[in-house]
């Protein structure tokens, strides 16, 4: 009866595998048909780094160098008999020592192995609130993201930016272990300069006679204004109408930016504060943004509605309704229904 029985075997100084037929026949079988594996899931703990764009034979080296795997050959095969290559990803990864290629192969491909923190800026945070999200979700040091928040050249900003207030785009990031404060907020205004490159925002600004400042300034008003997406192009219009009849724009938000407060009552003490950006006692825009503006808010800055309004008022915040007139009566009939609002809270 013919039997395949295993002999180890040397042959030029290297381990091979003589496959016995029977007979006394055999055929040796290569080294990389069969490389070394380590059985089961491994233990202790391991990070690990794989690079953007490295192949899965880069990867393998990568592993089998910090004792994950027993041999770059045994990834290899697996991955290739999974079809797994194209599932591999960059950034760091939380592995064990000692672990069979396919349970490697199976973390590398688990979302939760991957050791990233992701960080979610709401639209319209001011600086100071990014910083504040920024280190509780990051585990970064207020301090040390305040000191790279005031690095223009590291930030890499705007030619036009006149600091990184409304400049840290909006948006879910992915933060992995390497990662400064710097690497952080840089990234950030990439976002940004993404935005502003696909919205053209640098030509569109002198359509409506503005400098790139001021068009992310007024984005950071319309934002931090709130109300409906559908408003924001309403407000633009306001602004500028009030620009143009030499008007005050008296935003509110504005205000309460100057005092570092947020609130919907403000009152008449509010508004003669002493500070470039009251609105109310100084004409024009204000020095620069109050809060960090999003796409829909940029474009509406970029392309504001037509008609005459002159003023606004959301008179009910939790439903986000918000109301638009160019008769003073009318404003002064809204702003009633806004006190009326705010007495029942």
């Given at each position: 009866m013919n039997r395949l029985r295993p002999v180890w075997l040397l042959a030029g100084g290297t381990a091979v595998v003589a496959v016995t037929l029977g007979l006394g026949g055999y055929v040796l079988v290569k080294p990389y048909l069969m490389p070394a594996d380590f059985d089961g899931p491994g233990s202790g703990t391991v990070t690990v780094r794989i690079d953007e764009g490295a192949t899965a034979r880069e990867i393998a080296s990568v592993l089998a160098d910090a004792g994950v795997v027993a041999s770059a050959g045994s990834?290899?095969?697996?991955?290739?008999?999974?079809?797994?290559?194209k599932s591999l990803r960059p950034g760091y990864?939380?592995?064990?020592?000692?672990?069979?290629?396919?349970?490697?192969?199976?973390?590398?491909?688990?979302?939760?192995?991957r050791l990233v923190r992701r960080v979610t800026i709401p639209e319209g945070l001011r600086l100071t609130e990014v910083l504040d999200k920024l280190a509780k979700g990051t585990g970064m040091r207020r301090e040390e993201l305040a000191r790279a928040a005031a690095d223009r050249q590291e930030l890499d900003l705007p030619a036009y930016a006149a600091g990184a207030e409304g400049f840290l785009f909006p948006a879910t990031y992915e933060v992995e272990p390497n990662m400064t404060p710097g690497d952080v907020l840089a990234a950030m205004v990439e976002r940004y300069k993404h935005a502003a490159t696909k919205l053209d925002l640098e030509k569109k600004a002198a359509e409506v006679r503005l400098t790139p400042l001021e068009v992310v300034t007024v984005a950071s008003m319309l934002q931090a204004e709130g109300g409906r997406d559908s408003d924001y192009p309403k407000i633009a219009r306001v602004i500028y109408n009030r620009i143009r009849a030499r008007m005050p724009l008296q935003i509110d938000s504005t205000v309460l930016y100057a005092q570092n407060r947020r609130t919907?009552?403000?009152?008449?003490?509010?508004?003669?504060v002493q500070s470039p950006y009251n609105t109310y006692l100084r004409p024009g825009l204000p020095p620069g943004p109050i809060a960090h503006p999003g796409e829909k808010a940029l474009r509406a800055a970029l392309h504001p509605d037509q008609g005459d309004w002159l003023w606004f008022v959301t008179t009910d915040p939790e439903h986000r309704i918000t109301k638009f007139t160019d008769k003073e009566s009318e404003f002064v009939r809204y702003r009633e229904e806004l006190n009326r609002y705010l007495r029942t809270r």
């Open positions: 990834f290899i095969q697996v991955t290739e008999e999974q079809s797994k290559g990864f939380k592995l064990r020592k000692g672990m069979s290629a396919a349970a490697a192969l199976k973390l590398l491909v688990a979302p939760e192995s919907l009552k403000v009152s008449e003490k509010d508004i003669k």
